[in-house]
């Protein structure tokens, strides 16, 4: 938004730096003040006299200049200048942006005294501007020799950019700004005086609207005996300074009103609409129209077009048709100032993948009132600056005009919502600074919305109006002085979770955290079976890709991934874990939510890593969440090395996995080296904890400990022994530790050694020794009976 | 006898005082005091005393065992004082050198950042709630004074599942829920994962964490807003921290705000974290819309309330300098390790 365009519109004062920040503290947040022309000194317009070859280069050129008090000889590379042109011409001693200063010199032996400038030297986007004045000199209309240019062109201003909520489409516009920056400002708003010169001849053409459901008004104009060229110099640098190219006279006009108003309008070519009849209607089924931008567009039934008798010459709210467009021969315009329903032009626009500045528009929802000004705003531009003549009798189809808002809100009320005391007549100032009208009735206000402010509906909108320009920040902070207490703490479920968490960094893991997206590829590279549940995965409709198309229902291919991402790095010792949940539906497509779980899963390598380290880590978190009686079996899951990985069974609930994983699944990861790995569902083991501790009483009587070596075959599981022992001993055992394993040297082929240590004790009197001989010894003769297991 | 006492004593005061280590302190113990010492072997002169003499003598060999005895001792601790000495002054060690290591995980930085954020808002008699990250459409906007036409749901890419299920792209839909389930007075957070259809890069993921806030009861005013947030930006952020509000938009609060905090790198005065403003954009609140109240069951003429949401990768991005935000998700451990 221009800063001096913006003062047609307020007088205001301010510089551009308090105009933004007032602006943002009142809501219409500002990202960025760009300045223009603040360092052009001394570039003057000048015309060129004559141009000729430089002697001594071919590629220059040398040429006279009048800038009014004298006629320079200047040197220059650029190629799209002729004698007659104007154009800016920097004088010897001036400033350009970015610090440039221009010296009068000597090129290729040929004086210059000064130098011709581009429109970007000038600080302007180039981008924007038609052909002719890219890459080369900036050519000016004809104004008055020796001119500054900064007066020529308007070109000193500060130029605002913000950040609109999709609420307030109003703002989207110069008058819409202005307003905002009067009420915040305690100014005066002024609109542009809009005054129509109508000529005799009645206006030929006829609107008729067929969908009134997504079109609630149509205005129209006829413009008679338009000259198309160049608008003036200082419309086209007020469109470019908003980042619109300038097109010619009838565009730029359309153009300009919609950045003043707000309205998007569009100008067709009327001889070249059928029976100068527009019907707004729906689409045909796979009705065609090349749009403006030369591309054909395939249509549809839910899309709104604006035809003639014969075809479909626009598509409504987006873009004009190519059939219609205002061409350099085009001499009757009719101007379009229309309403459309916001949500069909998005679901247009994005059906098509087209987007205009009028459609980006139209999608907020505008205001139906401001069309019939917009109409007669762009009628007399186009009187003024296109030479044409306008026609009697403006077109306006409203089928169902809009009922104008009243509300009744009670100011005690707001003043309650907001922590405020604010009296009613500084509510009422307020809100008719942004030209709400208040009628006060008894308590209440009765509050007429502007049609512009259709966002404005209930009494909470009304108290936003009142906080945001009596500032947000005057507003007195307060500590729910009015509300009850609560408690503020974990539940039991969360403190459980805090504590699995601990346990597992107290365990020297470290936390990660991973996306949720994954693919069957990553299935694939831990071996998951086709016809596994871990499969059947909730769907994303709309992916980033097919790699990240499934929510996980493992977090093991993760932990690898970071595994290789360490490994890789030469990270040595690895030990991670991470707390987050899988997603398992129960029935595909989904019909209710998945199961979400929340799902512990752990990585380790490194030199000291093991089998045992890691189910150490598991045994010690069953220990601190006091899960007591868990099993350890053969998991049989060809993600994991089927003789080094374990299933955790509590009873009949499996509570997770863990092992060395699988060979295969390491190589497709191309990771070295052993990886140990595993997944617990945290859900169970936080129902199953019990962490309710009572105190033990500590033993008065001594414990007898006696150790026990036994041979076993090589397949027997220690926790077998452990457990003959444990039953034969029964209560007078106190407690059983495994100390050895042992293979090799002196053991036959095919056994072990196995030795425990046991405490025997009695919590109710000193033990004798022959007591403890007597169950040692029916252990040692148990373990024979059952396991086979000779005394070493 | 008495002499030959007299004699004993001198001979035991010259060597017990040049003795030098505590062997022969015990060494000169048994020669003396032994029961074959020397003492003893003088003693059993006792006999030929006369009668009369003997107490005088036996008094006089008492003292001298006494004062043998004290030297003795005397001197043992002084040897045993010496030597303690001795062996301290040998035991120097390096105490430049490392300790031995004690393995301890690291809280990923999320987390940490997000347990100081819960534990100032249970203080504040906020408890914790938590929803589901795949959520019906119907929570995520209609509820939410979003309906499908509405123009802020072009803002968000929404990962969709089927026509009424999707990713939740905000914690807002546990608001939702909670006011379904529960009656004011509702103090809660609702930290965790949303989804939103944005390519990975230094500043966007499709996944990333935040992180709700909602109050629900009678006579809850914006000022009450503004207060809560402000002690949680000081207590965040530091006790100088300053904040602002600006009038924002959100379908489901009314008025709305966002809160900036005076930049905690430079204090206010500009620099590179915030962008040469002083301010940094931390988080959206409002005042819970009726509309919202009154679809969740409660009844906005009787109660009000306020939430709040909050980014937890941008906090910890800016709390600890993490200029991108990959290497959140990356977990290089030498990452996570610093933290």
Redesign the interface.
């Known amino acids: 938004m221009s800063l001096s365009w913006l003062k047609e519109f307020v007088d205001i004062d301010e510089d551009a730096k308090a105009i933004a920040e007032g602006l ?4 219409s ?1 500002v990202e960025t003040i760009t300045s223009y022309g603040k360092e052009i000194s001394n570039v003057v317009v000048g015309k060129i006299i004559s141009l000729e070859k430089h002697p001594n280069a071919d590629k220059l050129l040398v040429g006279i200049v009048d800038v009014g008090t004298e006629k320079l000889q200047i040197v220059t590379g650029a190629q799209n200048i002729k004698v007659g042109d104007y154009i800016p011409v920097a004088l010897h001693g001036a400033t350009l942006p970015g610090g440039v200063k221009i010296k009068r010199g000597k090129l290729r032996g040929i004086e210059s005294n000064g130098m011709m400038c581009s429109a970007e030297e000038l600080g302007l986007d180039e981008s924007l501007l038609p052909e002719y004045q890219r890459n080369g000199i900036f050519i000016l209309p004809p104004f008055p020799l020796g001119m500054d240019i900064n007066e020529a062109l308007q070109l000193k201003d500060d130029v605002l950019e913000f950040e609109i ?4 489409p109003d703002c989207l516009s110069m008058v819409g700004i202005a307003r905002e920056v009067a009420a915040t400002f305690k100014k005066k708003f002024k609109m542009p005086v809009v005054e129509v010169n109508e000529s005799e001849e009645q206006n030929p053409a006829k609107v008729t609207i067929e969908a009134t459901d997504l079109c609630f008004r149509y205005v129209a104009r006829v413009v008679k005996n338009v000259k198309i060229g160049p608008s003036p110099m200082w419309m086209q640098m007020r469109l470019l300074k908003a980042g619109i190219r300038p097109i010619n006279n009838v565009v730029d006009v359309t153009n300009y009103v919609m950045l003043e108003l707000g309205q998007p309008l569009h100008a067709f070519d009327l001889d070249k609409v059928e029976n100068k009849h527009i019907i707004v209607r729906r689409a045909r089924e796979g009705e065609k129209l090349v749009t403006l931008d030369g591309k054909e567009r395939i249509l549809d039934s839910s899309m709104l077009v604006i035809a003639d008798e014969k075809e479909a010459i626009g598509l409504a709210g987006v873009m004009g048709g190519e059939n219609t467009e205002i061409t350099d021969t085009t001499v009757n315009i009719l101007i379009e100032s229309a309403n459309f329903k ?2 069909n032009i ?1 679901h247009t626009s994005k059906k098509l993948g087209l987007r205009s500045e009028a459609s980006s528009r139209f ?3 505008l205001d139906p009132e401001i069309t019939v000004l917009a109409c007669e705003r762009a009628a007399q531009l186009m009187e003024k600056y296109c030479g044409g003549t306008v026609l009697k009798g403006l077109v306006d189809e409203y089928p169902k005009p809009i009922e104008k808002t009243v509300l009744t809100v009670n100011p005690h009320r707001i003043n ?5 005391d604010l009296p009613t007549s500084q509510m009422i100032e307020i809100l008719e600074s942004l030209e709400f009208k208040v009628v006060q009735k008894g308590d209440d206000l009765e509050v007429t919305v502007p049609h512009f402010r259709r966002d404005v509906t ?1 009494e ?2 009304i ?2 109006e009142i ?2 320009l009596f500032g ?2 005057n ?17 039991k479920e ?1 403190r459980l979770e805090e504590k699995a ?1 601990e346990v ?14 994954m693919g069957h590829k990553d299935l694939d590279k831990i071996n998951v079976p086709l016809d596994s549940p871990l499969r059947k995965a ?7 890709g097919e790699d ?1 198309s499934l ?1 996980r229902t493992t977090l093991l291919p993760f932990i690898l991934n ?1 595994a290789y ?2 490994y890789s ?1 030469k ?1 040595q010792d ?4 991470e707390i ?2 899988i ?1 398992m539906p129960k029935e595909l ?2 019909k209710e ?2 199961q ?1 779980i929340k799902t512990i899963a752990i990585g380790m390598y490194g030199k000291d890593v093991d089998f045992y380290s890691l189910k150490g880590v598991i045994e010690a978190l069953f220990e601190v969440m006091g899960i007591k009686g868990v099993e350890y079996v053969r998991a049989e899951d060809p993600s994991y090395h089927p003789g080094r990985s374990a299933k955790i069974l509590l009873g009949d609930e499996t509570l997770g996995i863990f092992g060395e994983i699988h060979p295969d699944v390491l190589e497709n990861y191309d990771i070295p080296v052993r990886v140990y790995g595993g997944e617990i569902n945290l859900d169970k083991v936080i129902q199953y904890a019990n962490v309710e501790n009572r105190y033990m009483p500590l033993p008065k009587y001594p414990a007898v400990e006696r150790d026990i070596a036994v041979l076993v075959d090589g397949d027997i599981f220690v926790k077998a022994v452990e457990k003959v022992i444990l039953e034969t001993g029964g209560k007078l055992i106190d407690k059983v530790e495994l100390f050895d394993v042992y293979k090799g040297p002196n053991i036959p082929e095919g056994k072990k050694s196995v030795a425990f240590s046991i405490w025997y004790r009695s919590y109710g009197r000193t033990l004798t020794d022959e007591e403890v001989n007597v169950i040692h010894n029916n252990i040692v003769e148990a373990l024979d009976k059952k396991l086979g297991a000779k005394l070493r | 006898m008495e002499e030959l006492l007299r004699k004993l004593y001198e001979d035991a005061q010259k060597e017990i005082l040049s003795a030098d280590s505590l062997q022969q302190i015990e060494n000169l113990r048994v020669k003396y005091l032994g029961k074959k010492g020397e003492l003893t072997q003088i003693l059993r002169g006792m006999g030929s005393l006369k009668p009369e003499e003997r107490p005088v003598i036996g008094q006089i060999a008492n003292e001298v065992r006494e004062k043998i005895e004290g030297l003795l001792t005397e001197t043992k601790n002084k040897i045993a004082q010496l030597e303690k000495e001795k062996r301290i002054k040998s035991e120097y060690i390096d105490i430049t050198m490392p300790g031995k290591p004690y ?6 930085p ?2 940490q950042v997000l347990d100081e954020i819960k534990k100032i ?8 709630a938590e929803g ?5 459409t119907y929570y995520n906007f209609e509820a939410l004074n979003t309906p ?2 509405h ?2 749901r ?2 968000q890419d929404t ?4 026509s009424d ?1 999707l ?1 939740r792209t905000q914690t807002s839909p546990v608001q939702v829920r909670t006011m379904e389930k529960n009656k004011p ?1 509702i ?1 809660v957070i609702s930290p965790g ?1 949303v ?1 939103r ?1 944005d ?1 990975i890069d230094a500043t966007h ?3 990333f964490h935040q992180m709700e806030g909602l ?1 629900v ?8 807003l ?3 947030l ?2 949680f930006a000081k207590k965040f952020f530091g006790e100088d921290t300053q904040t ?6 959100f379908p489901f609060t ?4 966002e809160m900036d905090v005076s930049c905690f790198a430079c204090g206010g005065k500009g620099c590179r974290v915030c962008g040469y403003t002083g301010w940094i954009e931390i988080l959206g609140a409002g ?1 819970v ?2 509309n919202v109240l009154r679809m969740s069951g409660i009844d906005p003429e009787k109660y ?1 309330g306020f939430a709040f949401g909050l980014g937890i990768d941008r906090i910890t991005m800016l709390k600890y300098g993490i200029e991108d935000l990959r290497l ?7 990452f ?2 610093q933290f």
């Open positions: 943002t503290m009142s809501g947040k909520t999709p609420n307030r916001g949500s998005r999608e907020k929802g309650r919502f907001l922590g405020t209930i909470a909108d108290a936003e906080a945001r947000y920040n507003i007195e902070d307060s500590l729910m002085k009015n509300a009850q207490t609560t408690l503020g703490a974990l539940t969360q968490r597992l960094l107290a365990c020297g893991l470290n936390e990660i955290v991973t996306m949720s997206f909730v769907k994303i409709i709309n992916p980033l990240q929510m970071v991402t360490n790095r990270v690895f030990k991670v874990f987050s949940k997603f497509p989904l939510l998945p979400e | 393995e301890y995980g690291h809280k990923h999320m987390t808002f249970l203080g504040l008699g906020f408890s914790i589901p990250e795949i959520e019906f499908e036409d123009p802020a072009d803002l990962f969709y599942v089927t299920i990713l007075p103090r994962r989804y259809s390519e993921s499709p996944v109050v009861d009678e006579g809850i005013t914006m000022g009450d503004k207060g809560v402000n002690i602002k509000f600006r009038p924002h938009y009314e008025p709305s705000a005042m819309h009726p009000s959140l998700f990356e977990n290089d451990l030498r996570i390790q």
